[in-house]
């Protein structure tokens, strides 16, 4: 949405004050960011109606539309999937609402970039058909992006310097299956190496387990490139099969555990993240400390961790649901065992060497971060320009990081 804007030389602030028009991007996949986006809306309507347009966007307004015309009437509305509307309902000088169904995406804004990174959309939607998600009601099915427009796209970012581009998608597996399956994400990682030169990194977003069986072994094949991170984000969200079939997932926990040995086996040095969400309506003790045990066995090397948020017009909210003090508690234990689990993967790294790419400034004055081919984040002390390849030495770790010093070789 802010690369239709500056596409369309609209200037921004941080400050609602300032602002001519305040655009509200809104996300309603979990309850407590629901909380926060009705508050704000409630605020900057309060603040703001009459003196001010007041755009709401994002999946809040096409998955709760009456909701947002109760607490902001005066608001012009933007689903997702008519984004690229965005500067009409700017410019407009009447109140608008652009609530079109989803429709076919052929263009890829301008992406909002960070650093050298450049993250770039390959489809909208999903396939798939969990019970706790509200994805698939917000953002619909899946529509994929073509090929060439694609291509375009990363040759264009890869020609104004940009190092490290990120293919997104909210599955990044199910890319082309609405294009009768003739041109699927491995043909697509292909593709862009095959036709964009330069000095860059690709790396693949969340892929559900459920199709990325579908595309496996060709895209460990084309996974194998010097050109793309050896990065896989794969949810099992559960580590119990119980919960799982309630969950809608459409696999198992053994389905899921061989896919991690097979992915490790073809591709070692493969960094594996994945999702946990803890308790979904179903999930008693038994089912937790599988979960549990699924940590210890296969030992991510990254866990997101969630509660289980009630969303409207899903099969899980009409479920009995777990009480807020267990899911806290069940939270606590999984940060826990990861946060070992982590540190002791990292540690086996202290006092190797790595070649990384500089991506951003770091948090702390006077660091960068860096990305090694696994993709695992490296913090480095040092003035060190971003895009760079430099060599460096491992001297620490934490669950989380790898922390190093240019090699003094």
Not at 182 to 211: A, K, S, T
Not at 241 to 260: A, C, D, H, T
Not at 307 to 326: D, F, W
Not at 367 to 372: D, E, G, L
């Amino acid at each position: 949405m802010r690369g239709y804007l500056e596409e369309a030389g609209l200037g921004f602030t941080d400050s609602p004050e300032d602002a001519d028009v305040i655009v509200i991007n809104t996300c309603v996949v979990r309850k407590d960011t629901e909380e926060k986006m009705i508050k704000r809306i409630s605020e900057i309507e309060t603040l703001y109606s009459g003196s001010k347009k007041i755009i709401v966007a994002g999946c809040m307004v096409s998955s709760m539309p009456a909701t947002v015309k109760k607490i902001a009437p005066s608001a012009s509305l933007i689903t997702p999937s008519s984004v690229d509307r965005i500067v009409d309902a700017v410019t407009s000088r009447e109140r608008v609402e652009y609530l079109g169904g989803f429709r076919a995406v052929d263009r890829i804004p301008l992406p909002r970039v960070r650093g050298v990174i450049a993250p770039i959309p390959i489809s909208e939607g999903c396939l798939s058909d969990c019970s706790f998600c509200i994805t698939k009601i917000s953002r619909g099915s899946v529509r994929s992006y073509p090929p060439r427009v694609i291509v375009d796209t990363v040759r264009d970012l890869v020609s104004r310097g940009y190092k490290e581009i990120e293919l997104a998608s909210q599955d990044s597996a199910v890319y082309g299956f609405d294009l009768g399956k003739r041109f699927l994400l491995p043909d697509l990682l292909r593709e862009i190496e095959e036709r964009v030169e330069g000095d860059y990194m690709l790396r693949v977003g969340m892929m559900n387990p459920q199709w990325l069986w579908k595309i496996f072994d060709d895209l460990v094949e084309a996974m194998k490139s010097p050109r793309i991170y050896k990065f896989l984000h794969i949810p099992v969200q559960s580590g119990d099969n119980k919960v799982l079939r309630i969950m809608k997932r459409g696999y198992s926990v053994e389905e899921f555990e061989e896919m991690v040995k097979e992915v490790r086996r073809k591709i070692p040095e493969i960094t594996i993240a994945t999702d946990i969400i803890v308790g979904h309506p179903g999930e008693d003790e038994e089912a937790f400390k599988n979960t549990l045990d699924l940590l210890e066995r296969v030992r991510f090397d990254r866990v997101h961790i969630a509660q289980y948020s009630v969303r409207p017009l899903t099969e899980a909210a009409a479920m009995p649901q777990v009480p807020e003090h267990i899911k806290k508690r069940r939270s606590t234990e999984v940060q826990k065992v990861q946060e070992k689990i982590g540190l002791e993967i990292h540690r086996q790294y202290i006092g190797s060497r790595a070649r990384v790419l500089v991506t951003e400034k770091g948090f702390r004055e006077g660091t960068v971060i860096a990305r090694t081919i696994s993709y695992r984040q490296v913090v480095i002390r040092g003035d060190i320009p971003l895009g760079s390849y430099i060599d460096v030495d491992i001297e620490d770790a934490t669950f989380f990081d790898l922390r190093a010093r240019l090699d003094s070789h």
